[in-house]
């Protein structure tokens, strides 16, 4: 007879997933009720007004992917991009080329505009790029690269894609709910996000937004969307229908009553207030890892505050560090991602995690591990 799963306590400091408050996890044991049951449909339209909440928008096509966030960014993919159209991906990271790979999987001709790892995408190295390719129809980037720990400036991105006729596709997987991400300020076309970082939510929920703009460009799609279950068109009418919702698929619905209460926390202290804490949490840890003689992989203005991408020291076999963590402390954070696997840990405090306590856990433990090397 197998015993029943009891997972150990950890503190995780990683790149996603992060912890999940405990009235997020008392929401997800609730009972499960049917996802057309009208106290249901109600809480829908609760969730969709907190995720404008968090993304800063008036977009009535908001809603959840169900999936984790690379189900939102292949969500965002698939709807926007036909077979033929030019796209240009900024990559400076792993996710870039992610982003590479799924506009090419759709038949989207690919413009990369290539920039070091661990340094922000230069909205003057994208102008150059539409200026030599004006047929451009989408622009795609990586608002906070979780590999290298660069935050982007999509504001002046969107306003760089717009200025060239075409449409900006943000990933705001690990900034949603750490930094400012101002959907309508910004002007920003498709946004998709994931629940696991910032948000502090179970994994496998990926919020996502879609402007009048985009909507207008894939209601004008020549080819219908490939994926079925992706298809924007046919997600709104369960999310959205105005009189009836249709039956698409089965929602996951005790992951969505979680997101509810993860995205009630984050209202009930202000989303001003958790991006503030986020960045004084930044501003705490940053000098003490830097004492311990720790380098940040990023230039300090190009930082995404809650991901703590640092180098490993020369000498060092970073999976024996990670592991001592892991089992002397109950701390798990990130090693580096594709071409920096080997070179980086990537500690984030994002979420529940962006206060002071596991902060000062975390210099603590790390003091201790390099010390012991
Ligand atoms: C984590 C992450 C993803 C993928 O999210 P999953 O939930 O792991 O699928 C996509 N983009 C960025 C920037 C991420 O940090």
Request: aromatic share 6%; proline share 7%; glycine share 8%.
């Amino acid at each position: 007879m197998m015993t029943t799963f009891q997972p150990p306590e950890r503190l995780l400091l990683g790149p996603g997933p992060t912890n999940v408050s405990p009235r997020v996890l008392e929401a997800l044991s609730r009972p499960t009720i049917g996802h057309l049951d009208p106290e249901f449909l109600r809480m829908m339209d609760e969730l969709r007004t907190l995720l404008q909440y968090v993304f800063r928008t008036r977009n009535p096509v908001t809603f959840v992917v169900s999936g984790p966030g690379t189900a939102g960014m292949e969500a965002a993919v698939v709807n926007l991009v036909e077979p033929g159209d030019k796209v240009v991906v900024c990559k400076n990271g792993y996710f870039g080329e992610r982003l590479q790979a799924m506009v090419e999987r759709c038949g989207g001709q690919v413009v990369p505009v290539e920039f070091p790892w661990g340094r922000a995408v230069d909205p003057q190295k994208v102008e150059d790029t539409l200026k030599a390719h004006p047929d451009t129809r989408v622009v795609a980037c990586v608002h906070a690269e979780t590999s290298t720990g660069a935050l982007s400036d999509v504001k002046t991105l969107a306003q760089v894609a717009h200025r060239y006729g075409a449409l900006i596709l943000v990933d705001a997987v690990t900034s949603l709910g750490g930094v400012p991400v101002e959907v309508d300020a910004w002007d920003l076309d498709v946004v998709y996000s994931g629940s696991q970082k910032c948000l502090s939510c179970v994994p496998g929920l990926a919020p996502v937004t879609v402007n009048a703009r985009a909507m207008e460009v894939i209601r004008r799609r020549r080819t219908p969307v490939q994926s079925w279950f992706m298809d924007i068109t046919l997600l709104t009418a369960y999310w959205h229908g105005e009189t009836r919702r249709a039956y698409h698929h089965t929602a996951p619905v005790n992951a969505l009553y979680a997101l509810h209460e993860a995205l009630r926390l984050i209202q009930e202290e202000g989303l001003e207030a958790v991006w503030a804490r986020h960045h004084r949490v930044y501003e705490m840890f940053r000098p003490a890892v830097e004492a311990l003689g720790l380098a940040y992989l990023t230039p300090e203005e190009e930082r995404v505050p809650h991901l703590n991408v640092l180098q490993v020291p020369e000498g060092v076999d970073e999976a024996v560090l990670r592991r001592r963590l892991l089992t002397d402390f109950g701390i798990e954070i990130g090693g580096g991602l594709g071409r920096l696997a080997g070179q980086v840990w990537r500690i984030g405090l994002m979420g529940v995690n962006a206060h002071p306590r596991p902060a000062l856990y975390a210099l603590y433990a790390l003091e201790q591990v390099l010390k012991q090397r």
